[in-house]
Antibody, heavy 118, light 111 residues
């Protein structure tokens, strides 16, 4: 079964950091672009970061540039999102997803919640 | 404020057809054939239902169809069923500030 499982979400104070992880199974992970999305409570979707199969091409949404860092370990079938200098507006459910088609994600994890609050 | 503009709500009766619009600009929808649509139920992850403007992933019913004219993409749901009641989001590749831009989402209600 093709599956993505996120972990690492937590309640964190403003200015804090977290490392989100996403474990993939059921497909050849090293062949796919992978992305992290987020969705604020009651809000829309936002693609915060995307990484190509060999990590040579990475894109970030402007709101997180310089604060978030995406990486992957193809040997461990995992993709990561290091989030730093967290702000209240970063509060959201964070999803990882597989990009099977150009700029379209066909497999999603269940999400992990990041809450930034003092 | 979302880069792509969707109506906040849409509705239709069972069996009817409903079309949801997604308006962007020449920097995204108008130039690139990379429009995708996602269906999302409350508390669940999004599900891809249309990619490449008109293509359906395996398993998505052909009641869902996509199209594009100029800077506006559209999702049409034909033969509405109760299970189609959900939020729908559009997205496109873009060459503005962000490489993947999204609409704010449309809540589809089946009356």
């Amino acid at each position: 079964e093709v599956q993505l499982v996120e972990s690492g979400g937590a309640l964190v104070q403003p200015g804090g950091s977290l490392r989100l992880s996403c474990a993939a199974s059921g497909f050849t992970f090293s062949n796919y672009w992978m992305s992290w999305f987020r969705q604020a409570p009651g809000g829309g979707l936002e693609c915060v970061a995307t990484i190509n199969p060999d990590a040579s091409e990475i894109h970030y949404v402007s709101a997180v540039k310089g604060r978030f860092s995406i990486s992957r370990d193809n040997a461990k079938n995992s993709v990561f999102l290091q989030v730093t200098s967290l702000r209240a507006e970063d509060t959201a459910v964070y999803y990882c997803a597989r990009d099977a088609f150009a700029y379209a994600s066909d497999v999603w994890g269940q999400g992990t919640t990041v809450t930034v609050s003092s | 404020q979302s880069a792509l503009t969707q109506p906040p709500s849409a509705s239709g009766s069972p069996g009817q057809s409903v079309t949801i619009s997604c308006t962007g600009s020449i920097s995204d929808v108008g130039t690139y054939n990379s429009v995708a649509w996602y269906q999302q139920y409350p508390g669940k992850a999004p599900k891809l239902i249309i990619y490449g403007v008109t293509k359906r992933p395996s398993g998505v019913p052909d009641r869902f169809s996509g199209s594009k004219s100029g800077n506006t993409a559209s999702l049409t749901v034909s033969g509405l069923q109760a299970e189609d009641e959900a939020h729908y989001f559009c997205t496109s590749y873009g060459t503005g500030n962000d490489f993947r831009v999204f609409g704010g989402g449309t809540k589809l209600t089946v009356l």
